[in-house]
């Protein structure tokens, strides 16, 4: 098995930046794809990024596609996200996921594992 936790979340003024992290315990999780995505209340879960297992690839929605990036650590078993020029349609809870194998995917319903999610919000 594999447990995620995110951290980092919090309220940050449009504009600002944010960095999320995502420490994982249990299996390695070395070899598999790590995603991050958000849900807004009332909204279904989106996919905001992924990294390969080796960072030599990455994938992001459109809507944050410059203005986030995602990297991982595979030696500290940890990923981050960080969040920058934050606007005020980004706040949601944001969760990181584990998905079994090498190919990348943006689809919620690819990943294997889920952390608990952390908030975002962001003041006007």
């Known amino acids: 098995q594999v447990q995620l936790v995110e951290s980092g979340g919090g309220l940050v003024q449009a504009g600002g930046s944010l960095r999320l992290s995502c420490a994982t315990s249990g299996r390695t999780v070395s070899t598999y794809v790590m995603g991050w995505f958000r849900q807004a209340p009332g909204k279904e879960r989106e996919f905001v990024a992924a990294?390969?297992?080796?960072?030599?690839?990455?994938d992001y929605a459109d809507s944050v596609k410059g203005r986030f990036t995602i990297s991982r650590d595979n030696a500290k078993n940890t990923n981050s996200l960080l969040m920058n020029s934050l606007k005020p349609e980004d706040p949601a809870v944001y969760y990181c996921?584990?998905?079994?194998?090498?190919?990348?995917?943006?689809?919620?319903?690819?990943?294997?594992?889920w952390g608990q999610g952390t908030q975002v919000t962001v003041s006007s």
């Open positions: 996921a584990a998905k079994y194998g090498s190919g990348r995917s943006t689809t919620v319903y690819d990943y294997d594992y």
């Open positions: 990294i390969s297992w080796n960072s030599g690839n990455t």
